[in-house]
Nanobody
Framework: VQLVESGGDMVRVGESLRLSCVAS????????MTWVRQAPGKGPEWVAA???????RYSDSVKGRFSISRDNTKDTVYLQMNSLEFEDTALYYC???????????????????RGQGTQVTVSS
C-alpha cells in the first residue's frame, strides 16, 4: 500500500499549484481520501477530504481557494490550490481515511496510510 505525492514547489503569494497523489496497492475507489498539511512546529491539519462518491469538504482556512478531486481511473487524488497565502506554507501529504467520512469531517482524524508528502512554500 503506497501513496506518492508530487507537485509541491516554491511559489509567490497569489499564485496557484496543483498537487497529485497516486495510490497503489489497494482498491482506491473504495476509500475516502484527504489532503493534510503540517507546518513547522504545528500539528497536522486536514485541509480537504473527498468521499468515494465525490462529496468534498474543506477546512475553513482553505475554503473557496482549494479544490480536491479524484480520478478513479488513474488511482489519483488532486489538490488544486489557488490564491496561495504565506500561511499555506507546509508539507502536504495525502492520506487514506479510515473513519466514516462524516465522522472524519467532524473531527475524527483517523487515517491509516499516508504518503511522504510534498513541500509547498509560499513567499512574497
Amino acid at each position: 500500500v503506497q501513496l506518492v505525492e508530487s507537485g509541491g514547489d516554491m511559489v509567490r503569494v497569489g499564485e496557484s499549484l496543483r498537487l497529485s497523489c497516486v495510490a497503489s496497492g489497494f482498491t482506491f475507489r473504495h476509500w475516502d481520501m484527504t489532503w493534510v498539511r503540517q507546518a513547522p512546529g504545528k500539528g497536522p491539519e486536514w485541509v480537504a477530504a473527498i468521499s468515494t462518491n465525490n462529496h468534498s469538504r474543506y477546512s475553513d482556512s482553505v475554503k473557496g481557494r482549494f479544490s480536491i478531486s479524484r480520478d478513479n481511473t488513474k488511482d489519483t487524488v488532486y489538490l488544486q490550490m489557488n490564491s496561495l497565502e504565506f500561511e499555506d506554507t507546509a508539507l502536504y501529504y495525502c492520506a487514506r481515511i479510515r473513519a466514516p467520512f462524516a465522522a472524519f469531517i467532524r473531527g475524527s482524524f483517523d487515517i491509516d496510510v499516508r504518503g511522504q508528502g510534498t513541500q509547498v512554500t509560499v513567499s512574497s
